[in-house]
T-cell receptor
């Protein structure tokens, strides 16, 4: 079975500072990796995804993530955050499991951007 | 509409009552998922539909929970004899393909059981 660990439940950061949200996963098979963002009172929307190819993937709103197979990590980064980036961020791993795509989410990291 | 539509957006009910939550996925999406998000928690998988295959119900927390998907499109999640611990946001998501697992989410139905 696969699992996803987001080590930080909350990350406070000042506006225009860089940020890294950590995600580690475990799986015995190959994975696809995702970051989703949830703004207050909204559903989740896809921020970025790693399927194959370059291990550095770029997403919307200036976010990027790097797939590190040896470290089984997929950390999310942004060089300069804005107040509007305040949201909950979920890392997810997708594997093919007994005839279906199984998608497992981490517990989420709340990013709080302060002025 | 272009996105996943869920209704009602908010539902307040009394303990012991039954509730139905509806999800209208993006047209043409074959896969449909239900998740539960409790306050301050991550996403808990409930049930998965794929085409005409038997649904994966492995995440349903009790036999009070059931779901169906009619005509491969609209889905209804039913909670019978609601309990206070059922209070949560119920999220529906659909996916156009099995290939990646990328999901498109609705805005959720917030259920409050008094």
């Amino acid at each position: 079975a696969q699992s996803v660990t987001q080590l930080d439940s909350q990350v406070p950061v000042f506006e225009e500072a860089p940020v890294e949200l950590r995600c580690n996963y475990s799986s015995s098979v190959s994975v696809y990796l995702f970051w989703y963002v949830q703004y207050p009172n909204q559903g989740l929307q896809l921020l970025l995804k790693y399927l194959s190819g370059s291990t550095l993937v770029k997403g919307i709103n200036g976010f990027e993530a790097e797939f590190n197979k040896s470290q089984t990590s997929f950390h999310l980064r942004k060089p300069s955050v804005h107040i509007s980036d305040t949201a909950e961020y979920f890392c997810a791993v997708s594997v093919w499991d007994t005839g279906r795509r199984a998608l497992t989410f981490g517990s989420g990291t709340r990013l709080q951007v302060q002025p | 509409g272009a996105g996943v539509s869920q209704s009602p957006s908010n539902k307040v009910t009394e303990k012991g009552k039954d509730v139905e939550l509806r999800c209208d996925p993006i047209s043409g999406h074959t896969a449909l998922y239900w998740y539960r998000q409790s306050l301050g928690q991550g996403l808990e998988f409930l049930i998965y539909f794929q085409g005409n295959s038997a649904p994966d119900k492995s995440g349903l927390p009790s036999d009070r929970f059931s779901a169906e998907r009619t005509g491969g499109s609209v889905s209804t999640l039913t909670i019978q004899r609601t309990q206070q611990e059922d209070s949560a946001v119920y999220l529906c998501a659909s996916s156009p393909t099995l290939d990646t697992g990328e999901l498109f989410f609705g805005e959720g139905s917030r259920l409050t059981v008094l």
